[in-house]
C-alpha cells in the first residue's frame, strides 16, 4: 500500500493542475445538476417497528386531516398577571389582533382573549383560563409545515411578544414552532473556524500552508453535500444528514491535511526532490490516513445499527463525507502542495517554530516524551485517575428528548403553573381493526381506562373521534378512533413516559381484540429515547469490535488496539461524567437551566469521537511502529514517535476543540450541550489518553507491545504502513520518470 500511495503521490503532483481541476469541476458539474435537477429533502419522520410508527400510519389513513395538522406550525402565547387578567383585558385584545396578522393563521377568529373566551363559553374556561384566572393560553395554528418556518418569521413573533411584555404589568412568553426555529451557523461557528486557522498558523509556521487544510475541506464538503442531496431525488433523504457532513468533514479533512502536510516538510529536510518529498508523505503518512480514515467511517456508518432511518442517513452521509476526505489527502493535498511550489510555506511567521526542526534540537514534545518513558507507570496511573474521577457523575445520568429551548423557559413555567406542563405534548391514542368493524366499544373502554390513570389533565373532557362519514357524528359508523390525553408533567418527563406505556400496556388487551397505538410529538420522541438507549450497546460492539480488526492490520499488534480501545472507554466516560456534572447536575453555574441529557448524545459522540480518537491514535502511534521496524528500541521508537507526532496531534485536537467550543456561546442549552461533550471528548482523548496514557502503557509493555502471535502474523496481511518499501529507495534515486510502469524482473 505505501508504495502505491507513494507513486500516486508523486503522479498528482506532477499533474497538479490537472487534478486541481478535476476536483473544481466535479464540484461545479455536481452543483450544476443539484439546480437543474432541483431535489428536495424528505420531511416524513419515520420510526420502523415501533409502537408510535403504527400509530401515525392509522392516522394518516384515517385521520389525514390531524394527521397533517400535526406537521403544520403550532403556537402558544402564555400571558400573566398577578392582579389578574380581567384587569389587562384591553392589552390583550391589542396582543390577539397583533398575533392574527401572522403569516397563514389558519382561522383568524380562533385566536382569541382567553378572558373572553372563557366568559362566552364556561365549557373551555379550564383550557384557556388558569391560575385562577391569572394566566390565559392564546393557541395560534398556521398553514406552514413546522421545518419551512424561517428565521424572519420567528423574529416577527419574538418582536411580537416584546412589544407587550411587561406593559401594564402583564407578562407575555411563547412556546412552540416559532420558538424553536432552526437558526443557521452564526458568530459561533465563524469564531470557531477563525481560531482553527490561527492554530493552523502556528502549527505550520506559514501563512500559505495554513489554507491548504480549508481548501481541501470546503471542497470535500462541498463535494459531498452535492452527492446528498442529489441522492434526494431517488431515496427519502432527510436535511439533517447535511449537519453532521459538515461537522465531520471538514474535521477530518483539517486532520488529515496537517498531517500529510506536517510530513511533507519533514521529509523535505531528508533532501531529494519536493516530488519525491510528496511521494514520501503520501505514502508513509498518507497510509495512515487510509485507515484512520477506514475507522472513522466504520464508526458513523455503524449508527444504521440504531433503526432509525434518519440517523442511519446521517451516519451513511459522514460516512462519505470522510471517504472524500481521504481521497482529497492522497490526491488533491500533494496537488495544491506541487501547484504553490516553493511558495508553500511563505511566508514565515517569524517566532514560530515550523515543526521540521531537526531530531537533535530539543523541543517540547521531545522534552515531554523522555519524561513519559522515564515515569510511565505514575504518568499512566495519574492520567487514568484524573479520568476516573471526572466521570463520577456518569452515575447519575438521565436521558431525555425534548424540542424546547432557553427562551421558551418562562413560558413552560407559566404553562406548569396554570395548565400543566404537558398542554403542548398530547399523546395521540389510536384504536382500531376490532372486531367486527365497530370501534365504539373498544374506545370507549379505553377512555374509561385512560380516565382512571395518573398524571392526565382535566380527565373529565377526555372523548374520542372517529373516522365515520357524518362531519356532525363522527362516531357513528367508525372503523377507528382517536383518542387526545393531555399529561399534566413535561411531556419529556418520566411520568409522562409512565403513562404512555400504561395505556400501551392496556391495549394489548383491548377488548373486542382492537388494536391501540399511543403516537403524536411526545410519544415519537419517547421512542426515539428508548430505541437510541437499547441501541447503545450494539453499537459500541460493532465498531469497537471492527475498529479493533483495523488496528491490529495496522498495527500488527493485539496489545495496542486493545490499549487504544480501552482508553477510548475512560475517555468517554469522563466526558459523560462532566456533561452530567455540568448540564444536569448544575456544577459550576455555567448554564441556567438544568436538562437531561439530551438521548442521541451518547451515541452520537461515541460514534464522532471514536473516529476522531482512532486518528489520533494512528497518526501518534504509526511513526512509533515505523521507528520500531526499522531498528530502533521500544523505548527510543516511543520518544521519536511522540516527538514527531505530539504537535500534529495537539494541533488537530485544539481546531478540534475550538470549532466545538464555539457552540457553547450559542443561546441554547441543547447547543451548548453537544459543543461541550464533543469538545471535551477531544480533550480527554487528545491530551490525556493518546499523548500521556498510550505512550506510558506502550513504553511500559517494551518489545512485548509489537509482538503478534505466529498463527495470527499468517493470517493477517502486511499492508507496509511504516513505509519499508519506500525506504528502501535511496533519496537521490527517488527521481523515476516510469512510476507508473512495472520495474523490469531482475536478471
Same mark, same amino acid.
Not at 217 to 242: E, Y
Not at 270 to 279: H, P
Given at each position: ?10 503522479f ?37 417497528? =415501533? ?21 403544520k406550525?403550532? =403556537? ?46 364556561p ?11 391569572k ?10 409545515? &413546522? ?9 416577527q413573533?419574538?418582536?411580537?411578544l ?9 407578562? *407575555? @412568553?411563547? =412556546? ?23 492554530i ?21 464538503v ?31 479533512? %483539517?486532520?488529515?491535511?496537517?498531517? %500529510? ?9 531528508l ?10 508523505? *503520501? ?35 459522514a ?26 510555506? /511563505? ?25 513519559? =518513558?522515564?515515569?510511565?507507570l505514575? *504518568? ?11 466521570a ?8 431525555? &428528548? ?15 403553573r396554570?395548565?400543566? @406542563? ?13 372486531e ?14 385512560? /380516565?382512571?390513570?395518573?398524571? *392526565? ?18 362516531q ?46 411526545t ?6 429515547s ?24 495496522v ?11 480501552l ?27 438544568? /436538562? ?35 531498528g530502533?528500541s ?5 520518544? %521519536? ?10 494541533s ?5 476543540i ?14 451548548? &450541550? ?56 535511496p ?17
Amino acid at each position: 500500500m505505501a508504495l502505491g500511495l507513494y507513486r500516486l503521490g508523486r503522479f498528482a503532483f506532477r499533474h497538479k493542475w490537472w487534478f486541481v481541476s478535476a476536483w473544481l469541476a466535479v464540484l461545479i458539474a455536481l452543483g450544476v445538476i443539484v439546480s437543474a435537477v432541483a431535489p428536495k429533502f424528505s420531511t416524513d419522520f419515520e420510526l420502523p417497528g =415501533t409502537d408510535s410508527d403504527r400509530a401515525m400510519s392509522v392516522m394518516k389513513k384515517d385521520f389525514a386531516a390531524v394527521n397533517e395538522q400535526q406537521l403544520k406550525a403550532s =403556537t402558544s402565547i402564555l400571558v400573566a398577571a398577578d392582579d389578574g387578567l380581567a384587569n389587562h383585558t384591553a392589552e390583550i385584545d391589542q396582543l390577539v389582533e397583533k398575533a392574527r396578522t401572522l403569516p397563514k393563521v389558519i382561522e383568524p377568529q380562533t385566536v382569541v382573549n382567553p378572558v373572553t373566551a372563557a366568559q362566552e363559553n364556561p365549557a373551555v374556561a379550564s383550557a384557556v383560563l388558569g391560575d385562577d384566572g391569572k394566566v390565559g393560553l392564546i393557541q395560534i395554528r398556521q398553514d406552514i409545515p &413546522m421545518q419551512d418556518l424561517t428565521g424572519a418569521e420567528m423574529d416577527q413573533f419574538k418582536e411580537l411578544l416584546a412589544e407587550f411584555n411587561g406593559q401594564g404589568g402583564l407578562q *407575555v @412568553e411563547g =412556546t412552540g414552532s416559532l420558538m424553536q426555529v432552526f437558526e443557521q451557523g452564526g458568530v459561533s461557528e465563524l469564531l470557531g473556524f477563525a481560531v482553527a486557522f490561527v492554530i493552523m498558523i502556528v502549527a505550520f509556521g506559514a501563512l500559505i500552508a495554513a489554507f491548504i487544510p480549508l481548501v481541501t475541506g470546503l471542497l470535500g464538503v462541498g463535494i459531498t453535500i452535492m452527492l446528498v442531496t442529489l441522492s434526494a431525488k431517488i431515496i427519502d433523504v432527510q436535511q439533517s444528514a447535511t449537519t453532521i457532513i459538515t461537522m465531520l468533514g471538514i474535521a477530518v479533512s %483539517i486532520d488529515y491535511a496537517l498531517f %500529510i502536510v506536517s510530513r511533507y516538510r519533514s521529509e523535505l529536510n531528508l533532501g531529494g526532490s519536493r516530488e519525491a518529498a510528496v511521494g514520501r508523505a *503520501v505514502g508513509t503518512a498518507g497510509s495512515a490516513v487510509v485507515f484512520a480514515g477506514l475507522t472513522v467511517m466504520i464508526a458513523v456508518a455503524a449508527l444504521a445499527v440504531v433503526g432509525i432511518p434518519f440517523i442511519t442517513q446521517m451516519g451513511v452521509a459522514a460516512a462519505v463525507a470522510v471517504f472524500v476526505a481521504v481521497l482529497g489527502a492522497i490526491t488533491l493535498i500533494p496537488a495544491l502542495l506541487g501547484a504553490f511550489g516553493r511558495f508553500a510555506f /511563505k511566508p514565515a511567521i517569524p517566532g514560530v517554530r515550523h515543526g521540521d526542526e531537526p531530531d537533535t534540537q530539543p523541543s517540547n514534545g521531545l522534552r515531554f516524551a523522555r519524561f513519559i =518513558t522515564r515515569f510511565p507507570l505514575p *504518568v499512566a496511573l495519574v492520567g487514568l485517575v484524573l479520568l476516573a474521577i471526572a466521570a463520577i457523575p456518569m452515575t447519575k445520568m438521565e436521558l431525555g &428528548m425534548e424540542s424546547t429551548t432557553d427562551s421558551e423557559y418562562a413560558a413552560t413555567q407559566l404553562l406548569k403553573r396554570g395548565f400543566g @406542563e404537558g398542554v403542548n405534548g398530547p399523546l395521540l391514542v389510536v384504536v382500531s381493526d376490532a372486531e367486527g368493524g365497530n370501534v365504539a366499544p373498544a374506545a370507549d373502554a379505553v377512555v374509561e381506562k385512560v /380516565k382512571s390513570l395518573d398524571n *392526565v389533565a382535566n380527565p373529565t373532557q377526555i372523548t374520542w373521534i372517529g373516522n365515520g362519514t357524518d362531519p356532525a357524528n363522527p362516531q357513528a359508523g367508525a372503523t377507528a378512533a382517536l383518542i387526545s390525553v393531555t399529561p399534566e408533567q413535561s411531556p419529556s418527563g418520566p411520568q409522562t413516559h409512565t403513562l404512555m406505556e400504561q395505556i400501551r400496556d392496556y391495549g394489548a388487551q383491548a377488548p373486542n381484540g382492537a388494536t391501540v397505538n399511543v403516537g403524536g410529538q411526545t410519544a415519537i420522541m419517547s421512542d426515539i429515547s428508548s430505541k437510541l438507549s437499547s441501541a447503545l450497546i450494539p453499537f459500541l460492539i460493532v465498531v469497537v469490535g471492527l475498529a479493533f480488526i483495523i488496528l491490529t492490520i495496522v498495527f500488527r499488534s493485539l496489545l495496542v488496539p486493545l490499549i487504544a480501545t480501552l482508553g477510548f472507554l475512560f475517555s468517554v466516560c469522563a466526558t459523560f461524567g462532566a456533561t452530567v456534572a455540568i448540564f444536569q447536575e448544575g456544577d459550576f453555574g455555567i448554564i441556567d437551566h438544568t /436538562k437531561p441529557i439530551i438521548s442521541f448524545l451518547p451515541i452520537f459522540l461515541v460514534g464522532v469521537v471514536f473516529g476522531l480518537a482512532m486518528d489520533y491514535q494512528v497518526f501518534l502511534v504509526t511513526r512509533m511502529r515505523e521507528e520500531y521496524v526499522h531498528g530502533v528500541s521500544a523505548k527510543d521508537s516511543v520518544i %521519536i514517535g511522540y516527538q514527531h507526532g505530539a504537535r500534529v496531534v495537539a494541533s488537530a485536537a485544539v481546531i478540534m476543540i475550538s470549532v466545538f467550543a464555539a457552540f457553547m456561546l450559542a443561546p441554547d442549552t441543547i447547543a451548548k &450541550m453537544m459543543g461541550f461533550a464533543l469538545a471535551a471528548a477531544v480533550f480527554f482523548d487528545a491530551f490525556i489518553i493518546r499523548m500521556v496514557v498510550v505512550p506510558a502503557v506502550i513504553t511500559l509493555l517494551g518489545d512485548t507491545a509489537w509482538k503478534l502471535p505466529r498463527w495470527l502474523d499468517k493470517i493477517v496481511p502486511n499492508v507496509d504502513v511504516e513505509g519499508t518499501a519506500i525506504r528502501e529507495i535511496p533519496i537521490e534515486n527517488h527521481i523515476d520518470p516510469k512510476l507508473w510502469e512495472p520495474e523490469p524482473a531482475k536478471v
